[in-house]
Every structure is written in structure tokens, then in C-alpha cells.
């Protein structure tokens, strides 16, 4: 089992950068993908951003790539959301997923360990 707690949230102005974390307990990560996912109130929970663990291979929602940056620290047990010029439709929980193979999907339901979520409220 895997217990993953996200921490970073806040609110922020757009054009300001916000880093989210999500660390591990339980066991290490490691032939595993984490991934970020996202969601505003009343709509689904959406892919952000994801990597496999030991490849270092990373994926992203167009609608964040260039902005956001996903990556690891083997030392933390912890992947990293760096979110970069903000909007206002980035306002949502933000979610930490991982799952127990090296396939990085960008579909909620493909992963089985998942944080409580943190929230990002970007104002105009």
C-alpha cells in the first residue's frame, strides 16, 4: 500500500507560480506512475500531468505543457507539480495518483492509490 499526502495549495493571482507536492509513505515508489489530475467544482476529474518513476519518462494535458513541470526526488519519496503563470482556469483540487505499473495512463479510474487533494484558487 501506498498513502500519498499532497500539500502546496493556495491562492495566488494569475501569472503566479505555485509548487505542489505529493509525498509518499508506506513504501517507496518504484516501478510506479504518479500523476497529477485536477478538479473544478462541477465538472470531471481531469488529467494534468504524469511520470513513470523509474524510466523518468513525463506526459502532460496540452492545456497546462509549457507551463507546468512534473518531476521526482528519489531522496523525498515525493513528486513535484510546478505550475508556472497561472489563470484562473487552473482553479481546482488538485489530486496525487499512483499505481502499481509502469504504464502512465491519463485516466482516473487506471489508478489505485490517490491523496485527499489540495486546493488552487487562482483570482484575475
Known amino acids: 500500500q501506498v498513502q500519498l499526502v499532497e500539500s502546496g495549495g493556495g491562492l495566488v493571482q494569475a501569472g503566479d507560480s505555485l509548487r505542489l507536492s505529493c509525498a509518499a509513505s508506506?513504501?517507496?515508489?518504484?516501478?510506479?506512475?504518479v500523476a497529477w489530475f485536477r478538479q473544478a467544482p462541477g465538472k470531471e476529474r481531469d488529467f494534468v500531468a504524469a511520470l513513470s518513476w523509474s524510466g523518468g519518462s513525463t506526459y502532460y494535458a496540452d492545456s497546462v505543457k509549457g507551463r507546468f513541470t512534473i518531476s521526482r526526488d528519489g531522496a523525498k519519496n515525493t513528486v513535484y507539480l510546478q505550475m508556472n503563470s497561472l489563470k484562473p482556469d487552473d482553479t481546482a483540487v488538485y489530486y496525487c495518483?499512483?499505481?502499481?505499473?509502469?504504464?502512465?495512463?491519463?485516466?482516473?479510474?487506471?489508478?489505485?492509490?490517490w491523496g485527499q487533494g489540495t486546493q488552487v484558487t487562482v483570482s484575475s
Open positions: 508506506g513504501r517507496p515508489f518504484r516501478s510506479n506512475a
Open positions: 495518483a499512483a499505481r502499481d505499473s509502469v504504464q502512465v495512463p491519463n485516466t482516473p479510474r487506471a489508478y489505485a492509490y
